[in-house]
Structure formats: C-alpha cells, structure tokens
C-alpha cells in the first residue's frame, strides 16, 4: 500500500512563507486523491486542501487565497505552499491519501485510507 512521508515544517514568524512535501511511494500518486490535514493544538484534525486524480482542487475557506496545493506526478509528490502565515496556522500537517476518485467530501478525515506521520509547523507573532 501507499507509504507517505512529510517534510519542510519549521518554525516562522508571522506573514513568513513555508513549503510543505509528500513524498509517495509504493504506488504513483496519480492514482489516489490528495489531501493536506492539519491538527492545531488542542483541536480536532481539519482538512486544508485536497486535489483529486484528475487535477481538481479543493481549499478551506480558512486558508483559501494564501495556501495553494499541488502534485507532481512524476516526482511521485505532494506540496502545500503556504503563504503570509498565521499563528492560527500552527499545526502538526499531515499528508493523506484515498483511492476514491470522487470529488466530494475532498476535506473530510474518514474518507482518507492512507496516511503520514506529519510535520510540524509553528507560527509566532
């Protein structure tokens, strides 16, 4: 089964910019949909974005116009650009992947069958 690894968190200041990566193995990434979640601290685990196999994306309100998701098929990859960061960005973020090809539910945890150990990323004022 697909084996996902997260890296690029770190530590920034606020309106700091960060790149998030998803290297994808065992199977290519152009037969799964993708999607970034995040866990603040103390909260529940929330989608961020997502793209389907076809190129399709999906962005949360919350995050929409300064976070931008993409893949590179032949990298076998996934990317989370993050712009003018927020402290309220602080979160562990996880890569995760499903088999549907389904554009609904895009942002929504159970629908998810595969998933990375996360990276961190903190923002401070």
């Known amino acids: 089964q697909v084996h996902l690894v997260e890296s690029g968190g770190g530590s920034v200041q606020a309106g700091e910019s960060l790149r998030l990566a998803c290297a994808v193995s065992?199977?290519?990434?152009?037969?799964?949909?993708m999607a970034w979640f995040r866990q603040p601290p103390g909260k529940e685990r929330e989608g961020v974005a997502a793209i389907s196999i076809g190129g399709f994306t999906r962005v949360a309100d919350s995050v929409k116009g300064r976070f931008n998701i993409s893949k590179d098929d032949a990298k076998n990859a996934l990317y989370l650009q993050m712009n003018t960061l927020e402290p309220d960005d602080t979160a562990m973020y996880y890569c995760?992947?499903?088999?549907?090809?389904?554009?609904?539910?895009?942002?929504?945890?159970?629908?998810?069958?595969?998933w990375g150990q996360g990276t961190q990323v903190t923002v401070s004022s």
């Open positions: 995760a992947a499903r088999t549907s090809s389904t554009r609904i539910r895009l942002l929504v945890e159970d629908t998810y069958n595969f």
């Open positions: 065992r199977d290519p990434i152009s037969t799964y949909t």
